[in-house]
């Protein structure tokens, strides 16, 4: 319910400068077909209030309703009403008919599509017919140069102002979708990338290794017994654990380097042009950071991690070939005591001497 009463807000409050813009220049264009029939006083205070009041109070009758977006659709087809009503009062003078209709249509075509239009027509006609019977039947062909020049601003102005509110919800459309692009790739509990699209970015860090023949390391980390801790301190902690380890990633990793969730407790990093030897120090200061750190929930409690590493070689012909070294050597270091870290059984380390 908030939410639907905040777009509707949002709506009203781009509708309302475009109306003030196009009532108040289009009351001009409609004064000067007006002044030589002369009409009754009464009819110039309705043009002023429509072309200076009704657009605050259009506003007020929006912000303060329930469902805002569905009173500002009202106000747009009393807007419509009335627009009818001047073509009919003007005795549909082409110029000025033609200028004030277009920009309703127009306003009610991009508010609601083809619906809207179809109702804004029956309000249109509806401001007819009150004219008919308050006024009667004429029709004038008669452009006046004033009449011209009172309708350029119309034509020029109230464009404008209706391009600048389109463009300003295109940027924020645009900002939108880039927010639901990232929250779609994005790991809600840690805000690293989620499974999905890390594979999607190994696919992509594979393919440019061997395109360009360049160097990159893969480690998969897991929490050790993590199950145990959700079952001793409960799952709040466990997810605090969690996030913990998370920004203690973003803390000691470049911003090139390629984090993410794999899955429960276990974490995913593509360290690009690392060597293996690069990598293991960067996940052994990681390790020993995590390990003494102190956690807000209990500071008595310590976590320890086990990390596989493994670099990209020229023998894999898949990515899933190289996520599998890494498994493996993950593996490897939690069947041998956990809390280190372990190299793929391929890999060779130059000799320390």
Known sequence: ??????????????????????????????????YPLDPPAWLWGLLLFNGFIWPHLAL????????????????????????GFWAASMQFNPLPTVTILSMMIMNNVAAGGQKMLLRGAAAQLTGVLISWGLLGVAFSTTITPLQIYACLPMLTLYPFAVGMVCYRLAIKLAEHKRTLSALSRTDSLTGLLNHGSWKDLLQLSFEQCRKNNSRATLALIDIDHFKRINDTYGHIVGDSVLRQFSKQLKDNLRAEDLAGRYGGDEFCVILPDRTLEQAQDIMERLRQVFCNDLHDNDPALRVSLSIGLASYRDDFNDASLWLNEADK??????????NKISVAAAEVFPDPA
């Open 1 to 34: 319910m908030d939410n639907k009463r905040g777009k509707g807000l949002s709506f009203a409050k781009r509708i309302y400068v475009p109306r003030i813009i196009g009532l108040g220049i289009g009351c001009f264009s409609v004064m000067a077909t007006l």
């Open 329 to 338: 050597a993950l593996y490897i270091a939690k069947n041998t005591g956990r």
């Open 60 to 83: 007020r009758l929006s912000t303060r309703s329930a469902y805002p977006f569905q009173a500002e659709r009202r106000n747009m087809l009393i807007d419509s009403l009335l627009g």
